[in-house]
């Protein structure tokens, strides 16, 4: 009965759910862990998308706070119930992951190991701003951007922007290290990532509200994560992108078909475009709990309605669109991409171009060669500082 989980007590002896004393209560902020430490609880929360960590006595009264370096994500929280130091690990998408020990004891955190990086992490910030959707609901995003001299906050003025999102699965889009984002933004690039419904940001509530019927809300999410953007003058239609990767590769597509005019180019990858066969291909009859089953009249509707295969319209102008897949990807099919790069192509009346990138020997995305993860980002950059005319970054 705690969607966001909670803390309880049991005697083995006498085991049960009636036998069970509460410790740590729910509460909004969903729980990720908990470990025993030093005669202490730490308990890893989610707060609004960035990680905080409580310090508990075994009675559940909070006695502490673990003090972490900035906006970012906690993990790994390890040790033993002995010992009177935990390690974890701390990232964000400008400090690659660095491990922390914490002296339970003294109440005092200190960097044990960070990573030697070409950058200097402070020239980057990371920043939470909050936007309502369609139907008011209240979505978090983070951004992400190079300082630059004079700005003591998130730079004014339209600025090349990626749009990233997945929203689906209960899966949280959390502060996370990518080389590829530190590429971006010393091209002077903004980054944002909207933490949408279908995730599991604010615990299994929040998962079911993007989920199988309600999907739509996701679509809606992510497009009012845009039109914040434009309307608060961080960035403009024309230099505005969107990228995701296979859940997100939908999100992409279906955006992109709903609301051609309000991107300047979209990039999906690995995404699933065809809502209405997509369980007849390996893994997809495992998605149909997540994203509806077409046995069933009111989730066929729903499917129909947003599938960015079907929701293709000849004669539209779409916007600058690379869609990238591999040809051994068993999780996500190819097809799906190859019919939706071939449909949108014979449906585009603009001069736009509709590209289709196929990495050879490749899958899903998961143990991809460094040297191919650098070719893949190397070609996104390229398409997005052609179409955003970008300008190289001082």
Same mark, same amino acid.
């Given at each position: 009965?705690?969607?966001?989980?909670?803390?309880?007590?049991?005697?083995?002896?006498?085991?049960?759910?009636?036998?069970?004393?509460?410790?740590?209560?729910?509460?909004?902020?969903?729980?990720?862990?908990?470990?025993?430490?030093?005669?202490?609880?730490?308990?890893?929360?989610?707060?609004?998308?960035?990680?905080?960590?409580?310090?508990?006595?075994?009675?559940?009264?909070?006695?502490?706070?673990?003090?972490?370096?900035?906006?970012?994500?906690?993990?790994?929280?390890?040790?033993?119930?002995?010992?009177?130091?935990?390690?974890?690990?701390?990232?964000?998408?400008?400090?690659?992951?660095?491990?922390?020990?914490?002296?339970?004891?003294?109440?005092?955190?200190?960097?044990?190991?960070?990573?030697?990086?070409?950058?200097?992490?402070?020239?980057?910030?990371?920043?939470?701003?909050?936007?309502?959707?369609?139907?008011?609901?209240?979505?978090?995003?983070? /951004?992400?951007?190079?300082?630059?001299?004079?700005?003591?906050?998130?730079?004014?003025?339209?600025?090349?922007? /990626?749009?990233?999102?997945?929203?689906?699965?209960?899966?949280?889009?959390?502060?996370?290290?990518?080389?590829?984002? +530190?590429?971006?933004?010393?091209?002077?690039?903004?980054?944002?990532?909207?933490?949408?419904?279908?995730?599991?940001?604010?615990?299994?509530?929040?998962?079911?509200?993007?989920?199988? /019927?309600?999907?739509?809300?996701?679509?809606?999410?992510?497009?009012?994560?845009?039109?914040?953007?434009?309307?608060?003058?961080?960035?403009?239609?024309?230099?505005?992108? +969107?990228?995701?990767?296979?859940?997100?590769?939908?999100?992409?597509?279906?955006?992109?078909?709903?609301?051609?005019?309000?991107?300047?180019?979209?990039?999906?990858?690995?995404?699933?475009?065809?809502?209405?066969?997509?369980?007849?291909?390996?893994?997809?009859?495992?998605?149909?709990?997540?994203?509806?089953?077409?046995?069933?009249?009111?989730?066929?509707?729903?499917?129909?309605?947003?599938?960015?295969?079907?929701?293709?319209?000849?004669?539209?102008?779409?916007?600058?669109?690379?869609?990238?897949?591999?040809?051994?990807?068993?999780?996500?099919?190819?097809?799906?991409?190859?019919?939706?790069?071939?449909?949108?192509?014979?449906?585009?009346?603009?001069?736009?171009?509709?590209?289709?990138?196929?990495?050879?020997?490749?899958?899903?995305?998961?143990?991809?060669?460094?040297?191919?993860?650098?070719?893949?980002?190397?070609?996104?950059?390229?398409?997005?500082?052609?179409?955003?005319?970008?300008?190289?970054?001082?």
């Amino acid at each position: 009965d705690a969607p966001t989980k909670r803390i309880v007590a049991m005697d083995v002896n006498q085991p049960g759910r009636e036998h069970l004393t509460g410790i740590v209560p729910a509460r909004k902020a969903t729980l990720d862990n908990a470990s025993i430490i030093g005669g202490d609880i730490l308990g890893q929360y989610m707060v609004d998308v960035l990680s905080e960590v409580d310090v508990f006595n075994l009675a559940g009264k909070r006695i502490s706070q673990i003090n972490l370096p900035g906006k970012g994500t906690v993990a790994a929280i390890t040790g033993d119930q002995s010992d009177m130091e935990a390690f974890f690990v701390y990232t964000s998408y400008n400090v690659p992951t660095a491990v922390y020990r914490y002296d339970v004891a003294a109440d005092h955190t200190e960097e044990v190991r960070q990573p030697h990086v070409k950058f200097n992490p402070a020239d980057f910030a990371v920043e939470q701003v909050f936007y309502s959707s369609k139907d008011g609901t209240r979505i978090p995003m983070v /951004l992400a951007y190079k300082k630059r001299a004079g700005w003591t906050s998130i730079p004014a003025g339209p600025q090349p922007t /990626l749009l990233y999102g997945y929203g689906g699965f209960s899966i949280s889009m959390v502060p996370a290290f990518r080389p590829e984002y +530190i590429d971006w933004m010393e091209m002077g690039g903004l980054l944002a990532v909207a933490n949408m419904r279908g995730g599991g940001e604010y615990g299994e509530a929040w998962h079911l509200a993007g989920k199988d /019927l309600n999907k739509q809300n996701v679509f809606d999410d992510f497009i009012a994560a845009a039109e914040w953007l434009i309307r608060e003058g961080r960035t403009s239609r024309e230099k505005l992108a +969107i990228m995701g990767g296979s859940n997100g590769g939908l999100l992409v597509g279906a955006v992109e078909v709903q609301r051609p005019d309000l991107f300047g180019a979209c990039i999906p990858m690995v995404g699933v475009m065809d809502m209405l066969r997509f369980h007849e291909f390996t893994a997809g009859q495992f998605w149909r709990d997540e994203l509806g089953n077409i046995a069933k009249e009111d989730e066929f509707n729903s499917l129909l309605a947003y599938s960015p295969y079907h929701n293709i319209k000849k004669g539209t102008h779409y916007p600058p669109t690379l869609i990238m897949t591999a040809d051994t990807d068993d999780r996500v099919v190819p097809m799906h991409s190859f019919k939706f790069a071939a449909k949108m192509q014979w449906a585009q009346a603009g001069d736009a171009p509709i590209l289709l990138r196929i990495e050879y020997r490749a899958g899903h995305g998961a143990g991809t060669p460094v040297k191919k993860q650098i070719e893949n980002a190397t070609d996104r950059w390229a398409f997005l500082m052609k179409e955003l005319r970008m300008q190289t970054a001082d």
